[in-house]
């Protein structure tokens, strides 16, 4: 059975990266959360889904920090609000978590701005002292190294100060980018590392280096890319739709081939994100009752447990621990 992995935490019930969503999810009894991280102005790792922050947390209500406004070019996309890097960690843990889609999620609004903004340190300590792992999803290397900071580094000299640096039975480490998982090797640290697939595009870090000749994730799960992948990682995260591997009326007949084929070459495959409402689903799969309302979710999470997946990201772990098991 596939590893459940709390995504966020449980943010099906919970607003992200809040401790009690991280704290839901341990004791849904799933076997690993994933924290996002993103550094502070004095380079600590704070964990959120994104560095703009302003939908995320109350930082839009806070007079004082108006004046932090400002627009941003991340990954080649013009972002407009309030960004991690600048705040010191000692501002950003004033903030109070909130609801990413509250329109889809109100339930989990209900419990905005209740939550300090964590950082990564007090989720190692969550998960080591629930018993779970943690699958550690570093963001924006590239865009953070013109800033000035070496994610590389600073995931290793936390996972070090934290002792979890030798946690290969506890801890992975993933990147939509390849090069700071390269550099996270070349640095000696013994965690797997997993490359994460994007259903279309390229990986930022390489279009930077390589211009229009960067690999795109799409030559990632062709049989060349994933030789050259098994020899650079451990394993590889695709967005759930690849895995599926839908027609072009939506209907899945069953998993894609290069799941197979990873596995064959000792790559563990992992896929993301399992989310029960409609908007999540395949057309498929819809039901009634609109956006939020949950669809046949069980039928399309039916093709990922045939797949035979290393691992499965869930918004709802008791769903998740329920429908593929947990080897806690």
Not at 12 to 23: A, T, W
Not at 102 to 129: F, G, N
Not at 234 to 254: C, F, H, N, Q, Y
Request: aromatic share 6%; charged share 30%; with cysteine.
């Amino acid at each position: 059975m596939p590893l459940v992995i709390g995504h966020r935490g449980a943010p099906g019930y919970l607003p992200e990266h809040s401790r009690s969503s991280y704290q839901l999810a341990i004791s849904a009894g799933v076997d690993a959360v994933e924290p996002d991280v993103v550094p502070s102005r004095d380079g600590v790792l704070v964990v959120r889904h994104e560095n703009e922050i302003g939908s995320t947390t109350d930082v839009a209500t806070r007079p004082e920090l108006a004046d932090r406004r400002t627009s941003k070019v991340v990954d080649g996309e013009l972002l407009t609000g309030w960004f991690t890097e600048d705040f010191t960690w000692d501002e950003l843990r004033t903030l109070r978590c909130r609801e990413r889609i509250p329109a889809l999620r109100p339930d989990s609004a209900a419990h905005d701005d209740t939550q300090p903004v964590l950082r990564l340190r007090e989720v190692l300590d969550l998960a080591r002292a629930g018993g779970a792992g943690v699958v550690l999803e570093v963001k924006h290397a590239a865009s953070f190294a013109r800033l000035g900071f070496d994610m590389a580094e600073l995931v290793d000299a936390e996972l070090r100060a934290a002792g979890w640096a030798d946690a290969a039975d506890a801890l992975v480490i993933e990147s939509f980018e390849p090069l700071v998982l390269a550099r996270l090797r070349d640095r000696g640290i013994r965690i797997p590392l997993v490359q994460l697939v994007d259903s279309e595009g390229t990986p930022w870090d390489l279009r930077e280096r390589d211009g229009a000749g960067a690999a795109t994730y799409a030559s990632m799960l062709t049989p060349s890319g994933l030789d050259a992948l098994a020899a650079e990682v451990d394993g590889i995260s695709p967005d759930k739709r690849l895995v599926l591997a839908p027609d072009e009326r939506g209907a899945v007949r069953s998993p894609a081939p290069f799941v197979r084929a990873a596995q064959e070459r000792g790559l563990r495959v992992f896929t993301w994100t399992c989310r029960p409402e409609n908007a999540f689903l395949l057309p498929t799969h819809r039901g009634p009752g609109g956006e939020a309302a949950f669809g046949d979710w069980r039928r399309e999470w039916a093709v990922l447990r045939e797949a035979g997946l290393d691992g499965v990201f869930v918004d709802h772990p008791d769903l998740g621990v329920e429908f593929f098991g947990s080897t806690r």
